[in-house]
Structure formats: structure tokens, C-alpha cells
């Protein structure tokens, strides 16, 4: 019930994750200690942590657990889990994700499955089947669905003011706009190439606007929430048409550590990121309505 209450506490959805132990990364033995428990432990730390790891392996062989996990109790559980199928990049997943992203309540871990599915369907090839377009990044690169596409948007400026961690924290924001605006119905993010020129001319022919988003991570602020570690993020984006801002968005988000996570600053560093990709995804949910907004007259 206590996390249940920090969903609601948050201004927009709230990206809820947990550091927890690590239980070791390679394959063989290392593998199967995780995937045990995840599978079994009664800490949903533990199974948190478990996922992170299979994840980090690298082996396919940690999918089916992985998948398993998609039906844990807990929703940060679920998250990690869908997370980490992401990083393992086994786009045989996408069937298991799209079945759980169906029924799923829990609004940020929604979003981390879809985000999931996303990544996969964009970067993954599994058994020597490519699953979706062979970009790098979701939302960027190839050639627009001219049939469905709504606007082109060219990501600006990703600054970061709060005065931690700088250029990491404001790629950090960079990457997980590119992805989440890219998943976004009708939105095509263009590329940081040569080939977006000739993108926006065929743009302009079909009358489709090109808005340029810049961004910023606002704040990221450190609290104590049951015990626990709690960083807390917001973020803000200026949406331009022509150079003109015409609408503007905010997303905030927290993420829930062990105490000792301060004192760690890899962890501590993966509690900010997590805060500012959920903050992103927070922000989402008013981003059609502001480019509806930024393309008028």
C-alpha cells in the first residue's frame, strides 16, 4: 500500500524501482541462481535484483525466466523484468511482453513493457529473423510511414541543470525522449544525419509539420520514503514550430533504493537515471495534445 500511495502522490505516472543486491552475472550457475530467485525468494528486492542480472547476462537463456517474471506480484518486479528483456535483446520475447502489456494496471510498468516491446521490434534479431525495422534507436532511422504519420519531430537541446552528473544525466534524457517519442503513435523522430534533410523536404511537399523539441532535467532531488532511498526527478519540454515555442510539457517520476544506495554511486547513478526515463515517460501522456497545440496556425 505504500507504493500504492506514491503512485498517487506523483504528478503524472510514477516510474517506481528498486535497487536491490546483485546477484551475480555470467552464464551457467549464475544464470540458474537467478533465475531460482526470481522465481522463488520472498523479497521482491531479491527477485528485482535477479532480473537486473539476467538481463546483464547476455544469454538467451535467461528469456523464459525473465518472461515468467512478467506475472510477478510485484510491479517493479514486472518492470525489471520487462527492462531486462529489453537489454537482453532476444526479440523472441516480444510475444510474452505483448500478452502482459495487454492486461497490465500498473501504468509505468505498462510503459516499461511497451517501451520493451518497442526496443526489440526496433533492434532485435532473433534466430536469424529480423523482428522489426534494423535501427539503432526506436523512432529513428529509415523512412517514414508516410501513411501514418502525423509529425516529424527533431530533438534540440537535452540540457540537465541540476548540477549532478552533468553531460551523463542529459544523455540520459536524450536516449529515453528518442525512444518514447519515436513509440508515440503518428510521431517519427528524424535522425541526427544526412537523411533527414531529404525526410523534411518530403514533409514539407505533404503539408506534415516538423517541430523541434528541446528538453531539460529540472530537478533531481534525493528523500527518505518508508526507509528506503527516493529520488525524485522532473523533467520539461519546449515543443517549436519554426523556432517558436508553442507548447510546453512536464513529466515527474521517483524511484525507491535501499538506504545504502547513497552511499554507492552506481546504484545511486541508476536510481537518478530511472527517475529521469520515468519522469520522460510521465511526460508522455500530455505529449499528443501538445503537438496538436505546437502545429496549429
Not at 523541434?212 to 532535467?217: K, T
Not at 508553442?246 to 554511486?265: L, V, Y
Request: net charge positive; proline share 5%; charged share 20%.
Amino acid at each position: 500500500m505504500q507504493f500504492r500511495r506514491l503512485f498517487h502522490a506523483a504528478i503524472a505516472a510514477t516510474l517506481l524501482t528498486v535497487a536491490a543486491p546483485r546477484v551475480g552475472t555470467g552464464a551457467g550457475t549464475d544464470i540458474d541462481k537467478a533465475a531460482k530467485i526470481l522465481a522463488g525468494s520472498d523479497d521482491y528486492r531479491l527477485r528485482l535484483g535477479a532480473a537486473l542480472t539476467l538481463g546483464n547476462t547476455g544469454d538467451s537463456k535467461a528469456r523464459k525466466p525473465l518472461e515468467a517474471a512478467l506475472e510477478d506480484p510485484h510491479p517493479s518486479v514486472r518492470q525489471a523484468a520487462a527492462s531486462a528483456l529489453a537489454k537482453l535483446g532476444d526479440a523472441l520475447a516480444i510475444p510474452a511482453l505483448e500478452q502482459v502489456a495487454k492486461k497490465e494496471p500498473n501504468v509505468p510498468t505498462k510503459a516499461a513493457m511497451n517501451k520493451a516491446i518497442a526496443d526489440l521490434k526496433a533492434n532485435g534479431v532473433a534466430g536469424g529473423t529480423t523482428a522489426g525495422p534494423t535501427t539503432s534507436t526506436v523512432g529513428v532511422g529509415g523512412a517514414p510511414n508516410w501513411a501514418t504519420t502525423k509529425y516529424l519531430v527533431k530533438l534540440g537541446k537535452m540540457a540537465n541543470t541540476t548540477g549532478v552528473r552533468g553531460e551523463a544525466l542529459a544523455g540520459v534524457l536524450r536516449a529515453s525522449a528518442i525512444g518514447k517519442f519515436g513509440s508515440l503513435a503518428g510521431v517519427y523522430v528524424l535522425p541526427d544525419d544526412s537523411s533527414a534533410t531529404s525526410i523534411m523536404a518530403t514533409a514539407k511537399e505533404k503539408g506534415l509539420p516538423i517541430l523541434g523539441v528541446d528538453a531539460n532535467v529540472a530537478a533531481l532531488d534525493q528523500g527518505t520514503f518508508a526507509g528506503d532511498l527516493k529520488v525524485q526527478a522532473k523533467v520539461a519540454f519546449a515543443i517549436t514550430k519554426l523556432a517558436v515555442v508553442k507548447a510546453s510539457i512536464e513529466g515527474n517520476a521517483s524511484s525507491i533504493g535501499s538506504p545504502s544506495a547513497s552511499k554507492n554511486p552506481a546504484v545511486l547513478a541508476k536510481l537518478q537515471d530511472m527517475a529521469v526515463d520515468g519522469a520522460v515517460t510521465s511526460a508522455m501522456g500530455k505529449a499528443p495534445t501538445a503537438f496538436k497545440a505546437a502545429a496549429g496556425p
